[in-house]
């Protein structure tokens, strides 16, 4: 959907996806296409087809991650009920600061529970992408299910509180 919500700590900022980031999106996922469910490569067509149809859509915010106002990836947060959401379509370049993902995520958690009083947050990651289980699990999620490709990882806000506390003290936010 279209937009307003910049989300900032310190030198990081989550900005709304823009048009103008369209062939970065693209680029990155295209690149990283092995580690999604949908695996196919992207045309530039299909992507502005992608970003007309998301801008119409009720709950789905989708941000460009900036870092000392260089973008280095997206990710987003959709599929809302009552008092949760699904977190995804994550991609960081491979050249960002080291918890760049870590970070993000725990910003627009923070900023999404308090915002619409969410009980929980769910993402689900392929079995095989080491990478993102390592990242979820180092930032609170917990597994609660799986299907024979893909485990299902949820977050509260409580635990979230408790995450964000434990990666300030280790200096990690
Ligand atoms: C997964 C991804 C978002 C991680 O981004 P990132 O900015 O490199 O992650 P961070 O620097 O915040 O790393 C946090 C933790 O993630 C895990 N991690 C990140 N990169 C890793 C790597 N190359 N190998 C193993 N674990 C890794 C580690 O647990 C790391 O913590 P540590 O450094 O203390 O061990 C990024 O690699 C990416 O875009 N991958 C391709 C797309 C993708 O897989 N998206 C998720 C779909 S579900």
């Known amino acids: 959907m279209k937009h307003d919500y910049y989300i900032e700590q310190s030198e990081l900022v989550l900005k709304p996806l823009e048009f103008i980031d369209l062939e ?4 990155l996922r295209n690149k990283n296409r092995m580690f999604f469910v949908n695996k196919q490569k992207i045309s530039k067509k299909n992507q502005e087809k992608w970003f007309k149809y998301y801008l119409t859509k009720e709950d789905d915010f989708m941000f460009s991650v900036v870092v000392g106002k260089i973008t280095v990836g997206f990710l ?3 599929n809302f009920t009552n008092d949760s959401a699904e977190f995804g379509r994550i991609v960081i370049d491979e050249t960002a600061p080291r918890y760049t993902a870590a970070r993000a995520i725990c910003l627009l958690l923070d900023f999404f529970f308090e915002k619409r009083r969410l009980s929980a947050v769910v993402c689900s990651v392929l079995k095989d992408n080491s990478r993102a289980k390592s990242l979820y699990e180092l930032i609170g999620f917990k597994k609660y299910d799986e299907s024979e ?3 299902y990882y949820k977050t509260t806000k409580n635990s979230n509180i408790k995450t964000t506390k434990k990666l300030r003290s280790i200096g990690i936010l």
Request: hydrophobic share 40%; net charge positive.
């Open 76 to 78: 987003g947060l959709y």
């Open 24 to 27: 970065y999106l693209r680029t």
């Open 149 to 151: 490709s893909l485990i």
